[in-house]
């Protein structure tokens, strides 16, 4: 009998253990998804921040052109 409750035992701490690694394994998951969800999101920020710039150059070459040929 003994030896069959230090197996229980054996097979309990065993479980909590394996409970314990899956929930920092979780953790850990959760934290790098929101890692990578802020790294997304500073990367679209540079993104869009490089696309407006460009559209405006594009848009002041045009103004330009315009500007030339209506006073011309």
């Known amino acids: 009998m003994a030896s069959q409750s230090q197996g229980i035992q054996q097979l309990l701490a065993a ?12 953790k850990r998951k959760t934290k790098r998804l929101k890692e990578a969800k802020e790294e997304a999101q500073a990367e679209i920020e540079i993104f869009r921040k490089e696309q407006e710039k460009e559209f405006q150059d594009y848009q002041k070459d045009v103004s330009k052109i315009w500007g030339f040929y209506i006073h011309n």
């Open 15 to 26: 479980e909590k253990k394996a409970a314990e690694l899956v929930s920092a394994a979780r």
